[in-house]
């Protein structure tokens, strides 16, 4: 156990439904990171943020896909009209500053679009 | 985008014997990170080196760097059968600047240790 944690670890769900995942990452990590895993392959960048702010995104996340962190403290990414190919393992990491320094992943939540 | 290129994609090896995976990237880096996942499991950080280092030991794990080639290795002793897991290197791609810890992923190598 990392201290990072996820939830849910597996979500379900139909095409087309919505669905939102939370990250509470370690309590005095003000970095936090959402990656995306499909199978075989290593984890991709999605975004970040340093506190409540979200400093970068990537061309990955579409207009469906929304992520927020109103407090600085945990996370939500929401996936709107989720579509087949959205699913994979939904990683969620923290760190402190000042960098580099070691990334902790949470456990994941693992979606699966039918 | 996957920055890294791992090789071998699997390896199977007998308990004792080392394992060497290789790792390869594309672009500048800041530095360079060795993760562990075992199956559908979260990422566990293994090791760290920096652009301007060249070897690095934690354990039974030894990690090299050559920036010059743009590649790495991790070297696991002695394995065990709990070594058993996909390894990945990490990249973080900003070189004598800021680091913000956006990591670029190699594809894995699957290492299966039999006791």
């Known amino acids: 156990d990392t201290g990072v944690s996820q939830d849910p670890r597996h979500k379900i769900t139909k095409r087309g439904q919505n669905v939102t995942f939370r990250c509470d990452p370690i309590s005095e990590h003000n970095r936090l990171y959402w990656y995306r895993q499909t199978l075989g392959q290593g984890p991709e960048f999605l975004t970040y943020f340093q506190n409540e702010a979200q400093l970068e995104k990537s061309r990955l996340l579409s207009d469906r896909f929304s992520a927020e962190r109103p407090k600085g403290s945990f996370s939500t990414l929401e996936i709107q009209r989720t579509e087949q190919g959205d699913s994979a393992m939904y990683l969620c990491?923290?760190?402190?500053?000042?960098?580099?320094?070691?990334?902790?992943f949470g456990p994941g939540t693992r979606l699966l679009v039918l | 985008s996957q920055q890294g290129e791992e090789d071998p994609q699997a390896l199977s090896i007998q308990e004792g014997e080392n394992a060497t995976m290789n790792c390869s990237y594309k672009t500048s880096i800041n530095n360079l990170q060795w993760y562990r996942q075992n199956s559908g499991r979260g990422l566990v950080h293994l090791i760290l080196?920096?652009?301007?280092?060249r070897e690095k030991h934690s354990g039974r794990l030894r990690v090299t760097l050559d920036t010059s080639k743009k590649s790495s290795s991790l070297l696991i002793t002695a394995s065990r059968a709990a070594d058993t897991a996909s390894y990945f290197c990490a990249t973080d791609g900003h070189a004598g600047g800021t680091s913000y810890g956006k990591l670029t992923f190699g594809q894995g190598t699957i290492l299966t240790v039999h006791p």
């Open positions: 990491a923290s760190l402190a500053g000042p960098l580099p320094e070691t990334q902790y």
């Open positions: 080196i920096r652009s301007n280092e």
